[in-house]
């Protein structure tokens, strides 16, 4: 080639308009990717403005043409469950189809949240992670139909069109980067169900629910709008001090790496340097921030339903408490919303027991609030706490009690997936009778007579209590307290040893009657049975 024709080829190769360049789905769309089954399928990217882009898998062929940013989408009809299928891309510019292989049909759940959401099944990947009977779980991990998308982690001020990453196929080798809970999770499905499983894995340690949730679903609630009012007087004002944000992003990103690189040289699962960066987008307490960098960018791709595991980083002390009930069900309403799929399934863990004010019951008690919204779940996490690890290591109970939601709810199983839920209470005499749902089998006391009930009369006084199981209720009451008006099951930071499930042998969550306000002050656990527990600690979840 001549010197001329050289440049020639290299302007059309680099020109941002030129033909050859742009055509190219989402990352979303890549080989070993599972598309939902049943439903409508998008597929999107970009191309050159007005070409013409065909999408070939399973059959179908649908055309669209790209609009004048060059952004394009197609709309395949339902597929049915299967594969190995190919997907092909292809353009009116003479080009080369683009060939996505190993496609697979299934069920397609995205898992979100905070760190233990994110962490992974083998602590060599990250340093606060490693599931219970690491090594035999890891070695068992031969499941080709299931596959985990797992994208690096995006915070931004503005939403993205795009997010990295890729699929992975089940297997020992690929399973250590796994979300653990999103794992056990779609192992459980996939083997009930004999379908493919896809799970897209967004989330990120210490995140707030906040930093999830969209601009627009903020602005538009009174009671929301000042944490985003917040986070955007924050941004002014970095942008105002540093007009070169890019350049401060990167010099701040090379002196982590760098000290990263110091305290653990090699080391794969190294704990993350701790440097203060003053960039308001980056820091995962803001509102939107995570939304904007992981959420926007993988709408709409078609999913069947959500699991979520947050809430040991709710922030404004009893205040953000008492707000975080509406914060969750504006993130279910906004995302619903946007992913145009109606109600979809949304099944949240309730936040397990640990000495610690950020798991104490009046957070696990504005979680179950979920429970009041339409085509949701609650996965009770209350027994596999771990007094001083705000990440304990038992993901595979956690993942078992979301699929059972799911195989429940979702594939028409017919089987118990919630423990005990108090549902009323009587005063009889000297005693409260309690009623439930979900008392499938009957009511258990397991391994012993009922612990960490209390009880209290008008006064608001709540004492030991004894309590036992009459058929499907249970009666509570205590020699102290011989007028009683309300009770409370394992009101406590870490009520070990709370001990009331079902015959499914799934747990109930703690409760209470009662609709008082919360003393001032830090909370203090429960008296267990009839001895005083030890006050709680604070601890501050990465």
Not at 11 to 27: G, Y
Not at 174 to 190: I, N
Not at 347 to 368: D, T
Request: with cysteine; aromatic share 8%.
């Amino acid at each position: 080639m001549n010197p001329t024709r050289r440049l020639l080829a290299c302007l059309a190769f680099c020109a941002p308009s030129a033909a050859w360049a742009a055509l190219a789905p989402n990352p979303l769309f890549s080989d070993h990717l599972v598309l939902q089954q049943g439903r409508p399928v998008p597929v999107w990217g970009n191309a050159d403005p007005g070409e013409r882009v065909r999408v070939e898998v399973g059959g179908q062929r649908q055309a669209a043409t790209a609009a004048a940013d060059g952004s394009w989408r197609v709309d395949l009809g339902p597929l049915e469950a299967g594969g190995s299928l190919e997907l092909k891309i292809s353009g009116d510019r003479g080009e080369p189809p683009l060939v996505i292989h190993d496609v697979l049909v299934g069920e397609v759940w995205l898992a979100s949240g905070q760190s233990n959401m994110d962490f992974s099944v083998s602590k060599k990947v990250k340093y606060f992670a490693g599931v219970r009977d690491e090594d035999r779980e890891i070695a068992a991990a031969h499941f080709p139909q299931l596959r985990m998308f797992i994208p690096p982690a995006v915070r931004s001020a503005e939403p993205q069109p795009t997010l990295g990453g890729h699929w992975l196929v089940c297997s020992p080798e690929t399973v250590p980067a796994f979300s653990a809970v999103g794992y056990f999770f779609a192992r459980d499905l996939q083997q009930a169900i004999h379908q493919p499983v896809g799970i897209l894995t967004l989330s990120y340690g210490a995140s707030t629910a906040e930093a999830w949730i969209g601009r627009e679903a903020l602005a538009a609630n009174p009671e929301l709008k000042p944490v985003l009012d917040s986070f955007e007087g924050k941004e002014r004002e970095f942008l105002a001090a540093h007009p070169d944000p890019a350049k401060y992003r990167a010099e701040f990103a090379a002196a982590q790496a760098a000290a990263r690189q110091a305290a653990a040289p090699g080391a794969a699962a190294a704990r993350p340097a701790r440097l203060r960066n003053l960039d308001p987008s980056q820091d995962q307490h803001n509102a939107t921030v995570l939304f904007n960098g992981m959420i926007h960018p993988v709408i709409p791709y078609a999913i069947r339903g959500v699991i979520w595991y947050q809430g040991e980083s709710i922030v404004g002390g009893d205040a953000g408490r008492r707000l975080y009930p509406l914060v969750q069900a504006t993130l279910i309403s906004d995302w619903r919303r946007r992913w145009g799929e109606g109600n979809f399934p949304f099944y949240i863990v309730q936040l397990a027991g640990q000495e610690a004010e950020s798991n104490n019951p009046w957070v696990r008690e504005a979680q179950a609030s979920v429970l009041e919204l339409p085509n949701t779940g609650m996965a009770v996490a209350l027994d596999i706490g771990e007094a001083h690890n705000v990440h304990p290591k038992d993901k595979q109970d956690v993942g078992d009690r979301l699929s059972r939601i799911a195989l429940a709810q979702v594939y028409g199983r017919d089987l118990e997936f919630s423990g005990p839920l108090y549902s009323g209470m009587t005063v009889e005499g000297g005693a409260i009778r309690l009623a439930f749902t979900h008392r499938d089998g009957g009511l258990v006391a397991k391994g012993g007579p009922l612990q960490w009930f209390t009880i209290a009369g008008p006064d608001q006084v709540f004492a030991p209590a004894q309590a036992r199981i009459d058929g499907d209720t249970v009666v509570v009451s205590s020699p102290a307290v011989p007028a009683p008006v309300a009770v409370r099951y394992a009101w406590a930071n870490f009520p070990e040893g709370a001990n009331l499930y079902n015959a499914a042998g799934l747990p109930s969550p703690s409760f209470r009657t009662d609709q008082w306000a919360r003393p001032p002050g830090p909370a203090r656990p429960a008296p267990r049975d009839r001895a005083a527990a030890p006050p709680s600690t604070a601890s501050a979840p990465p």
